[in-house]
């Protein structure tokens, strides 16, 4: 079988309400206003191959779309960023699309979302299989038999999570041990590894991932690399909202790995494209190019070994 050069990924597509600075939050029965409003695609998987599309990147990307108005303004939405490297897949759900209201004051951000929870355990592994049998770098499924039959054949697996009450290695470590990579912020790996000890992190990952690497917002990223400990720094960008930071360092990493660059080089990508996601409100750097990235490459700090690090 040939492999392509392609990066796949499967999931819900996403659409934010984006109310941007509020004076405060509202109490019940009350009404505030926003500065700003934008309705615009969110975060999530999908972040990762609508961003490497503008890099130059083959990619396609999974996701559910059913004959709600959800579906079909984030069906626009795609449309209007002419992203055409979409596959169709099944699902049961009647209102498969993820949609935020995002609100916003100068110092903090809350969520209100809606999700019924469409995935591809809807659409059957020899549909999964079909999807991501043809790609070289794929988002790590559901299914552990076909995540471990793409690794048998040769892909790379990306491996990410988002924040639950019960996120615990008994729940996820399965796929940890398929997966290549996998990036937690500080605050998810804090809650697998039951530590606040950024290096002890990364010692109770490795047991599960053979190359751990926590996420530390603006200081960077920390990982563990041929049993050394390294602190790749993070640049100084002007942040207006952190929203899909965490897409977008994965989508840099695996930028990096599609050019089978030097691990800590990768994520110093990560770096770069977590941080300019964080100058505009929403999840999408759209006026991001190649010539952006690299003049902030020409900028990263040296990474460095370190013995011991506090948060």
């Avoid at 979409?86 to 049961?92: A, F, I, K, Y």
């Avoid at 979302?113 to 079909?130: F, K, Q, R, S, V």
């Avoid at 991501?132 to 999570?161: M, N, T, W």
Wanted: aromatic share 10%; with cysteine; glycine share 8%.
């Amino acid at each position: 079988m040939e492999m392509s050069k392609i990066v796949a990924v499967i999931g819900q597509m996403n659409v934010d309400l984006i109310y941007k600075d509020i004076n405060r939050f509202p109490n019940e029965g009350e009404e505030v206003f926003a500065t700003d409003f934008k309705i615009e695609l969110g975060g999530g998987p999908m972040v990762i191959p609508i961003m490497l599309n503008r890099l130059g990147i083959p990619v396609k990307l999974g996701t559910y779309f059913g004959d709600d108005f959800q579906s079909r303004i984030a069906s626009d939405l795609l449309n209007d960023i002419r992203f055409h490297y979409v596959e169709t897949l099944q699902t049961r759900k009647k209102h498969p699309v993820v949609v935020t209201c995002v609100i916003t004051t100068e110092a903090e951000r809350s969520f209100v979302c809606y999700n019924e929870g469409a995935d591809e355990l809807d659409c059957g592994p020899e549909t999964i299989y079909e999807f991501y049998k043809s790609s070289s770098i794929c988002f790590c499924p559901q299914d552990l038999s076909v995540a471990r039959k793409l690794k048998e054949e040769g892909k790379i697996l990306v491996f990410d999570v988002g924040w639950t009450d019960d996120l615990s290695f008994q729940k996820i470590g399965e796929h940890l041990k398929v997966c290549d990579y996998f990036t937690p912020n500080e605050k998810e790996a804090e809650k697998l590894t039951d530590t606040h000890d950024p290096l002890a992190m990364l010692d109770r990952l490795e047991a599960y991932t053979k190359t751990p690497i926590v996420k530390l917002g603006r200081r960077g990223c920390i990982a563990k690399l041929n049993s050394k400990y390294i602190h790749v720094p993070g640049l100084t960008f002007k942040t207006i909202d952190p929203t899909g930071a965490g897409d977008n360092f994965l989508t840099g990493l695996i930028y990096g790995l599609y050019h089978e660059l030097p691990l800590v080089d990768c994520i110093r990508y990560g770096n770069i494209m977590g941080g300019l996601c964080t100058e505009v409100l929403g999840c999408f750097r759209w006026d991001l190019n190649l010539q952006m990235i690299e003049d902030y490459w020409k900028q990263c700090p040296r990474a460095r070994e370190v013995t011991h690090f506090e948060l």
